[in-house]
């Protein structure tokens, strides 16, 4: 299994996907990742109020081989980056708007960085190659996710490419039930369970088309329905619900894939925007 590129983000990723046990000590290393850096097992064990079973459980669920090696990566993060780098602050009520512009900005540069690490160039070539092919491709999300899922699918149409966003689960059902093996779906979800998403991946991957997932959680059931997972990286707090806390880097993963099929189809994607910013420009000035 390979290790996360940012152990803290990792743990974050994947907390609803484990067992109690496994939550309660992954929420201490969020809290405070030093804790298990100055601790042995056994100091941890106690700390935790777990058993040392259950903490190697918890680290080779969170993909390191054992307690030894989460330790040193949490260890080599604790050393590389700055202390409200691990544990940003969380906005409060009382914040004047100076701290909410910096906290704010550190924690969206802190996700696109996150999301950086872990995006798999593999994934992201396969994604790109798949899309470039597809007879036509559609985009589902909802809420915020909706808002990313427009956003790629507007993004396609302009390199000339035949994509469609769906919000309305019953929408997304109707056109899911159509699709063909050449066809690929793009599913955003942050948490990777929302029914309106997972709905019509499902009938939409029944019909033969490739799924494509966009999510936060790795282990979520929209990322072991999909047949390409790109993981997105966001830091939930009271003031940030998931799915705005993980947009910004939702939109990296969207700008990754938009340039990838530009680069792809150069010749024909050169074309369409050409065409397209004529179109725009013809609107904008007419009389």
Do not use: W
């Not at 935790?48 to 918890?58: C, L, M, Q, W």
């Not at 708007?97 to 924690?107: E, G, M, N, Y």
């Not at 690929?184 to 033969?208: F, H, I, M, Q």
Request: contains cysteine; proline residues 5%.
């Amino acid at each position: 299994m390979t290790e996360p590129a940012n152990p803290v983000s990792a743990v974050r990723a994947v907390l609803p996907s484990l067992t109690p046990a496994a939550q309660s000590i992954a929420r201490i290393i969020l809290d405070d990742p030093g804790v298990v850096v100055r601790s042995t097992i056994t100091e941890f064990s106690t700390i935790s109020g777990t058993s040392e079973a259950t903490i190697v459980r918890t680290a080779r669920a969170l993909g390191y081989s054992g307690y030894s090696q989460l330790r040193f990566a949490l260890a080599a993060a604790v050393a590389r980056d700055r202390p409200e780098r691990l544990v940003p602050g969380d906005l409060g009520p009382d914040d004047p708007l100076t701290d909410v512009i910096a906290k704010v900005t550190r924690a969206e540069s802190d996700a696109l960085a996150d999301t950086a690490a872990q995006l798999d160039p593999e994934q992201l070539e396969a994604v790109v190659a798949a899309i470039a092919e597809a007879r036509r491709v559609d985009v589902y999300g909802v809420g915020t996710s909706g808002l990313v899922a427009t956003d790629l699918s507007q993004k396609l149409l302009r390199i000339g490419l035949s994509s469609r966003p769906f919000s309305d689960a019953h929408l997304a059902l109707t056109s899911a039930a159509l699709l063909k093996s050449d066809d690929v779906v793009v599913a955003v979800s942050y948490s990777g369970e929302t029914p309106d998403v997972l709905v019509p991946v499902r009938t939409a991957k029944a019909a033969g088309a490739l799924v494509v997932a966009i999510t936060n959680n790795p282990r979520s059931s929209l990322a072991l329905l999909s047949d390409h997972a790109l993981v997105s990286a966001g830091r939930e707090t009271a003031f940030r619900p998931g799915a705005l806390a993980s947009r910004i880097s939702q939109l990296l993963i969207v700008d990754c894939i938009f340039v990838g099929l530009a680069q792809r189809t150069y010749d024909t994607a050169e074309a369409a925007l050409k065409a397209t910013r004529a179109a725009l420009e013809v609107f904008r000035n007419r009389q």
